[in-house]
């Protein structure tokens, strides 16, 4: 009997431990598809644009101010909301979310005219800015190194299965600029209803309404690493807002090409790539993860400007597949360089200012491309644009060879 009670007793933090596990389980999977849904619900109007174009007849211009005016108004929410779960709790902030990112699915269906688009996409850009702060700090709750896997993998997932999965429906549905947002309209009520069945991740705190204020709010042990990661952030964040406004246009006027599955695999072969990244470099240090990114981000650039001038669809697809391992493992080291050092209460807030930079670097440079794409035309304007982030990415490279260099100095010191 004694012997019995001893072993009951030792297998008891093993089967605690188990249950814990398969507790957060669930939890974990929720939020992941949230966060997936989200960011495939932003790539969703990507292989539309073209219709939407050719519905209402605007320029390019207006097409890269549709695209930014999502990532600008997303900045906005970070900024305001970006610290606002640290203190009210995560599920409440993810429920308005949510509740907006509905308003947003109705307005692309009610959707008559390009001032009904751009409504779309601010609600929705606010919806996503909130999403993406408090979801990432709940999954990081859960499991630090789950989480930061997961904030990595998941925004590059959902934009490929937004992509591929709006151009499916364009391709194969009638309605093709309502179907779509029909569909997300279920999916986002079903994770509205289900997200209440999961426990809070964070213990609520005072000061909800000062969190509002907007501001910038970077932990002092993580800000040296935040600066470090600046040039490869900027540049991988560039070339996404780059394929998620203008690509399939540059596709369709380079190479003639009559399907728009062409557009949707191009996309989809950058993110998808860049999943594929992440879960190959997460076991290299994080100084191999972004000089192999950057690399890769620079020789799938040169080759994607090839296939541009020379109208190549096959060189567009492959350059994509490279630079999509050079989005993925530079992004990736960027995260790992930055979001491990917060503390739980400066998760969110951290996620906050890191998305900022990245989305200003996302919508910024994308008007400029499209104003400069009107004046110039398309090619002119993407050659431009490539070589400015071939020297960002030449930078961070120069930085990291630079960095990896006073590291060994100091080790023999």
């Known amino acids: 009997m004694s012997t019995t009670h001893n072993f009951s007793q030792g297998q008891c933090p093993l089967h605690h431990e188990r249950h814990r596990q398969q507790s957060s389980l669930w939890p974990v999977a929720l939020h992941s598809s949230t966060l997936i849904a989200f960011l495939a619900a932003s790539s969703v109007p990507t292989p539309l644009y073209r219709l939407y174009q050719q519905q209402w007849g605007f320029s390019s211009t207006l097409l890269a101010v549709v695209f930014a005016a999502y990532a600008l108004v997303l900045l906005l929410a970070l900024l305001v909301t970006g610290r606002l779960s640290d203190h009210v709790g995560r599920r409440p902030v993810i429920s308005l979310a949510l509740a907006l990112q509905l308003v947003s699915m109705v307005c692309f269906l009610c959707a008559d005219g390009v001032h009904w688009l751009i409504a779309a996409r601010v609600v929705q850009g606010f919806a996503t800015g909130m999403a993406t702060a408090a979801v990432g700090a709940a999954l990081l709750d859960l499991s630090r190194e789950r989480g930061t896997l997961i904030n990595s993998i998941a925004p590059m997932v959902g934009m490929a299965a937004g992509a591929l999965g709006s151009t499916a429906l364009m391709v194969y549905v009638p309605w093709p600029l309502h179907t779509v947002y029909g569909v997300l309209l279920g999916i986002f009520l079903a994770l509205l209803g289900l997200i209440w ?217």
């Open 197 to 413: 069945f999961m426990p809070e991740t964070t213990e609520r705190r005072p000061g909800a309404w000062a969190s509002l204020k907007p501001r910038i709010t970077v932990p002092s042990q993580a800000r040296k690493a935040l600066l470090s990661v600046t040039f490869a952030n900027v540049a991988v964040w560039m070339l996404g807002g780059f394929y998620l406004s203008l690509m399939p246009s540059l596709i369709m006027t380079v190479t003639k090409a009559n399907t728009p599955w062409l557009g949707g695999f191009v996309v989809a072969a950058l993110t998808l790539t860049g999943a594929v990244a992440v879960l190959t470099a997460r076991k290299l240090s994080t100084f191999a993860t972004l000089l192999s990114g950057e690399l890769a981000l620079m020789l799938g650039l040169l080759i994607i400007l090839l296939g541009a001038n020379l109208g190549h669809a096959a060189l567009l697809l492959g350059g994509s597949i490279i630079a999509g391992f050079g989005f993925g493992a530079s992004f990736l080291g960027a995260v790992r360089s930055v979001l491990p050092l917060a503390q739980p209460h400066e998760r969110a807030g951290l996620m906050g200012v890191f998305y900022i930079e990245s989305y200003l670097a996302n919508s910024l440079p994308t008007i400029a491309i499209g104003y400069l794409a009107q004046r110039t035309g398309l090619l002119v304007a993407v050659n431009v644009y490539g070589l400015v982030i071939a020297v960002l990415a030449g930078s961070a490279i120069a930085l990291l060879c630079m960095q990896a260099r006073n590291h060994q100095e100091g080790e023999k010191a």
